[in-house]
C-alpha cells in the first residue's frame, strides 16, 4: 500500500513524465508544435518513425522547425505544398483543424499518410497538435478490393453476354427448324415437275447446312 501511494505521488508531481508517457503509448506519430511552427515535443513512434519518412526525418527533433520542413518538401509535392499552408493557416489562427492525406515515395515504394493538425492553448500560447497515421495497408486493401471487384464485374459481364449469345443461338435454331419444316411441307406438296420445287430443295439445304 505504502509503495503504491509513494509511486501515485511521484505521478502526480511529475505531469510531463506522465504526459510524456500518454504520448508514447499513442501509436500515431505526434508531435507538438510552437506558434512558430517549430517542434517542442514528440512521442515514441514520432521518433522511431523519423528514419522511415523522407518529410518527418528532417524535422522529428525538439527545436526542429516544421513548418519550414514542409514548405521545403512542398517545392516537390503538391500534396506537401498544401500541407504547408493549412499549418501555416493554424498556426496564424486563421483555422482550428486540418485533415489532409498525401503520400511520400521511398526506399519501399509509395507510401500514404493521413495528417490531422489540431491548434489549441497550451501553457499561455497557441499550440498545434501534428498526429498522423501510416495508411499505405489500408490503401492497398482498398486497391485490391477494387480490383476484385472489377474482375468480379467483368466475369459476370462475360457471363451476361455468353448467356445472350446462347439465348440468341437458341432462337436462330427455332427459326431454322421452321424454315426446314416448311420447305419439307412444300416438296411433299409440290408435283415432281414444278419449277418451285428447287427453290424448296434449296431451302432445305441452305438451312441444313446453317444448322450443322
Given at each position: 500500500m505504502e509503495e503504491h501511494r509513494s509511486h501515485n505521488v511521484t505521478r502526480a508531481e511529475d505531469p510531463l513524465a506522465l504526459l510524456q508517457s500518454t504520448l508514447d503509448a499513442i501509436p500515431a506519430y505526434i508531435a507538438i508544435l510552437d506558434q512558430a511552427g517549430k517542434v517542442v515535443a514528440v512521442n515514441a513512434p514520432w521518433q522511431r518513425f523519423a528514419g522511415e519518412h523522407p518529410l518527418i526525418s528532417r524535422s522529428c527533433g525538439v527545436g526542429a522547425d516544421f513548418l519550414a520542413a514542409c514548405e521545403s518538401a512542398g517545392r516537390a509535392s503538391a500534396e506537401l505544398r498544401e500541407m504547408a499552408q493549412e499549418l501555416a493557416r493554424l498556426l496564424a489562427?486563421?483555422?482550428e483543424e486540418s485533415v489532409l492525406e498525401y503520400s511520400t515515395n521511398g526506399p519501399t515504394g509509395t507510401a500514404w499518410y493521413l495528417s490531422r493538425m489540431i491548434r489549441f492553448e497550451g501553457m499561455g500560447a497557441a499550440r498545434v497538435l501534428v498526429a498522423q497515421v501510416n495508411e499505405t495497408e489500408r490503401k492497398k486493401a482498398l486497391e485490391a478490393l477494387k480490383k476484385s471487384e472489377e474482375r468480379l464485374q467483368q466475369a459476370q459481364k462475360m457471363?451476361?453476354?455468353g448467356q445472350l449469345a446462347g439465348g440468341i443461338?437458341?432462337?436462330f435454331n427455332n427459326i431454322l427448324?421452321?424454315?426446314l419444316g416448311y420447305g419439307e411441307i412444300l416438296l411433299?406438296?409440290?408435283e415432281a415437275g414444278s419449277?418451285?420445287?428447287k427453290y424448296a430443295e434449296q431451302m432445305r439445304a441452305g438451312g441444313s447446312g446453317r444448322r450443322n
Open positions: 489562427g486563421e483555422r457471363e451476361a453476354i443461338a437458341h432462337d427448324t421452321a424454315i411433299e406438296k409440290l419449277p418451285l420445287r
